[in-house]
């Protein structure tokens, strides 16, 4: 049983900023590769930023130089920091964790229920 629990989404001006928080939470021997995902209206779900366990990053193109992503594995939590939101940030974004219940158990992904960014111009 795991739980990504979500917080730090809202309402901001064009050109704020947001820090998005997920802590992982239950069964856990392993943390692997955790980030950050978002869906626009009518687009399909999409990578943000991606860390994995041993500190390598990824980004999507549109959010380079204003997001970023790290994570406190004392505290199982990953973190987003955004800079210069713009509107078409604008989407539900949603935790994600590749995690290993148990020791020599197979690796399962976990999301969490997604939380609501809308950045106004």
């Known amino acids: 049983q795991v739980q990504l629990a979500e917080s730090g989404g809202g309402l901001v001006e064009a050109g704020g900023s947001l820090r998005l928080s997920c802590a992982a939470s239950?069964?856990?021997?392993?943390?692997?590769?955790m980030g950050w995902y978002h869906q626009a209206p009518g687009k399909e779900r999409e990578m943000v930023a991606l860390?994995?366990?041993?500190?390598?990053?990824n980004y999507a193109d549109s959010v380079k130089g204003r997001f970023t992503i790290s994570r406190d594995n004392a505290k199982n939590t990953v973190y987003l920091r955004m800079n210069l939101l713009q509107p078409e940030d604008t989407a539900v974004y949603y935790c994600?964790?590749?995690?290993?219940?148990?020791?020599?158990?197979?690796?399962?992904?976990?999301w969490g229920q997604g939380t609501q960014v809308t950045v106004s111009s």
């Open positions: 994600y964790a590749a995690i290993v219940n148990m020791r020599g158990g197979p690796l399962y992904g976990y």
């Open positions: 860390i994995t366990s041993g500190g390598r990053i």
């Open positions: 239950g069964t856990i021997f392993s943390i692997n590769t």
